[in-house]
Every structure is written in structure tokens, then in C-alpha cells.
């Protein structure tokens, strides 16, 4: 039988320890984050941390730099390591599109784009509102925008939670 443990941590460089030992239990970790080019080159220290952060736009840029110098580690002790963040990347896809010139109404309406933009457009509109109800608006108003904003914001976070369980399940076939 298949067992996965789910870990969420606050982005702060002094978790990285504990998350160290947390992670250093499982076989298989899938981290939160889209998959980038150079993943593999940072894991086998064949590239240098900062030379692969470097091009990255980081929130939480020491966090970061710890956690990647433990996924090394991890990797070296024989660890698999999985970038897995559907939503972040049908995101940066949807900005390469529309930086060549396309348009939201040019995306199909099946495609997993499609959704990731609803997603984000209502709950940036929804936070938008919210901002100038915020200094226009009445009590209430502001009060009833927070909550449509909340509405917006988990929906979007729903669909973000729903897409990376969906990835981790589908990659979790070959692991036991």
C-alpha cells in the first residue's frame, strides 16, 4: 500500500532542519514548485546554488538558498526529488501566449490555461475591487468586497491544490 505524507511549512531558513529531517524519512519528495531547466544540474552540483537561483523570482531568496543546498543533500543520500506545480506552470505558459501577442479570448476553452486564467483573473479582479472599496467604499462594502475576494482566492487555490494532487497522484504509479 501506497503511503504519502504531505508537508507544509512556513518559507523561514530556520524550518529548514526540521524539514531536513522530516524529509530525509520518505524515498520520494515532491516539492511545491514548477520544474525548472536546471533542477537536475543544481541536485548533482554540476551547477552551482546561486548560479541557479539567480535567474529565478524569489519570495523567499535565504529560504531558498538553504532548501536547495538540502536537496542536495538529499539527492546525494540517494533521495528522488520531483517538482511538481501544475498551476504555476499553465501560469508562466498563459504569459509567454499572451506576450506573443495572443489574447485571453484566443485560449480554448478546454485547455487547462483556460481554467488557470479564470482562476486568476477573478480573484485579481476580486482583490482589485477589494482595494478600491477599501478606500472609497462604505464599512460594509469593504466587508462585502473582503469576502468575494476570499470566495475568488480559495477557488483559485482550490483548483492550484486540485491540479498538484492530480500531478503527484499520476506520478506516484512507478514509487511504493
Known sequence: ???INIG??????E???????IMGQHDVIFLEEPPEVNFENMLNRSLGVDDYLMPLDLEYP????RMCHLE????????????????????????EYFAQGNKPEDLEQEALQYFVYLAERNATGALLK???TAVTGSFEATVEATRQFARADAARFRLRDSLRAQAIAQQTGGHE
Request: positive net charge; glycine residues 2%.
Open 1 to 3: 500500500m501506497k503511503h
Open 8 to 13: 507544509f511549512s512556513i518559507h523561514r531558513p
Open 15 to 21: 524550518m529548514v532542519p526540521v524539514m531536513a529531517r
Open 62 to 65: 535565504e529560504f531558498s538558498r
Open 72 to 95: 542536495q543533500e538529499l539527492y546525494a543520500s540517494g533521495k528522488q526529488l520531483i517538482q511538481v506545480e501544475p498551476f504555476v506552470e499553465a501560469l508562466l505558459s498563459i504569459h
Open 130 to 132: 477589494y482595494y478600491r
